[in-house]
């Protein structure tokens, strides 16, 4: 299987910013969907943003406009430009990879993001 490595979390102050990275080790293929999905104590699992290879985004409404996910298919690696952080940001984050195409769904070890006021 996959390894998903994830970078770029940590601990930032309400206003700051981060930039969270997830190498895959395997290719990212134009049929593979990668995503960034966010995990608060006592809550569900949820999508953060997802883009495909024709570079279609999706964002969860509490983060649009201050989220901006990417890819660098050559790196093997999706970004996620965090701006404007709130507390309820607080969350473990979780890199996805997923490609129907080739029966492959992974999920990274999650990266913790604590946002302080």
């Known amino acids: 299987q996959a390894r998903l490595v994830e970078s770029g979390g940590g601990s930032v102050q309400a206003g700051g910013s981060l930039r969270l990275s997830c190498a895959a080790s395997?290719?990212?293929?134009?049929?593979?969907?990668m995503g960034w999905y966010r995990q608060a104590p006592g809550k569900q699992r949820e999508q953060v943003a997802t883009?495909?290879?024709?570079?279609?985004?999706n964002y969860a409404d509490s983060v649009k406009g201050r989220f901006t996910i990417s890819r660098d298919n050559a790196k093997n690696t999706v970004y996620l430009q965090m701006n404007s952080l709130k507390p309820e940001d607080t969350a473990v984050y979780y890199c996805?990879?997923?490609?129907?195409?080739?029966?492959?769904?992974?999920w990274g070890q999650g990266t913790l993001v604590t946002v302080s006021s």
């Open positions: 395997i290719r990212i293929f134009s049929t593979t969907v």
């Open positions: 883009i495909t290879s024709a570079n279609t985004t």
């Open positions: 996805r990879y997923s490609d129907r195409t080739y029966g492959a769904d992974y």
